[in-house]
């Protein structure tokens, strides 16, 4: 075993893989900043880190291919002196369907990019010679798996399967000393909606508006130095939780 202080970020071009690849830079670790499309936000955030003096490294790779997601590990580790030790699968698919009109495509796409391509990515990093002397998983799930509406099925039965799968790597990892976690944000960003919408969105939970990606950094950052967390969900949403099952109101 190794000891290292890399960390690979899926979706790390924008939005909370962005944030969260940022918020370990800061903490002096180097950066596998994993993109798809988002080749403008990822070289942004490489520059930063590496006027800063920190490390980073681009890598794409299309996780709607879940059979090369694993290559991801060993690209971070060849180019920044690995093994890796932090692996944070925050890259999602957030397409709409439903049980009425799925197709396989839609089917498969999406529980490709939400679930198996994690699933293949905590394989790689369970699977590298040698082993970070201690590695933290953190999976990105979605606090409205409580809530979920139909008219995302796909989206949803990949987190579900997400979820699972956190929960069965981080008990069959133990005995590498790889901790498996699972990280359920709320309203953090606007999606496909105004700023104005995503305001009152957010007014509606329990503790109001203010809810961000730096709450998501902190959470990544706890279950990091959580020596003795595994195979937990830790929900970051205000409250919203609370808030009942079925439509949530604020979803």
């Given amino acids: 075993m ?26 002096g670790y180097a950066i596998g900043l994993h993109f798809t499309s988002s080749v403008g936000g990822a070289q942004e955030l490489h520059d930063e880190i590496r006027t800063s003096g920190g490390q980073a490294v681009l890598l794409q790779n299309d996780l709607s291919r879940p ?8 690209e971070t580790a060849a180019a920044l002196g690995g ?20 197709t396989h495509e839609s089917w498969q ?39 979920a509406s139909p008219e995302r099925f796909s989206y ?8 699972g799968a956190t929960r069965l790597a981080a008990f069959e990892l133990g005995a590498k000393k790889i901790r498996v976690n ?21 007014n509606l939970t329990p503790l109001g508006p203010g809810l961000g990606p730096d709450d998501i950094v902190g959470a990544v950052q706890y279950l ?5 967390v595994s195979g937990h969900t830790f929900v970051v949403d205000a ?6 099952f079925g439509n949530s109101p604020i979803g």
């Fill in 182 to 202: 699972a990280i359920a944000p709320g309203l953090i960003l606007p999606s496909d909606q105004t700023q104005e919408n995503f305001d009152s969105r957010q």
């Fill in 83 to 102: 093994p890796v030790s932090i692996l944070v699968n925050s890259a999602s698919a957030f397409n709409t369907d439903s049980l009425h009109d799925l």
């Fill in 239 to 244: 409250g919203q939780r609370l808030m009942g």
């Fill in 156 to 163: 949803f039965c990949g987190k579900f399967a997400l979820e």
């Fill in 224 to 228: 990091v130095d959580a020596k003795q």
């Fill in 2 to 27: 190794a000891s290292n202080r890399i960390a690979l970020v899926t979706g790390a071009g924008k939005r909370l893989g962005k944030a969260v690849a940022k918020g370990l830079a800061d903490k």
């Fill in 109 to 147: 796409f999406l529980m490709n990019v939400n679930a198996a391509a994690p699933v293949f990515l905590m394989q790689a990093f369970a699977n590298q010679d040698p082993l970070p002397e201690t590695g933290s998983i953190v999976n990105m799930l979605d606090t409205q798996m409580l809530s």
């Fill in 67 to 74: 059979e090369l997601a694993g290559e991801l590990s060993a």
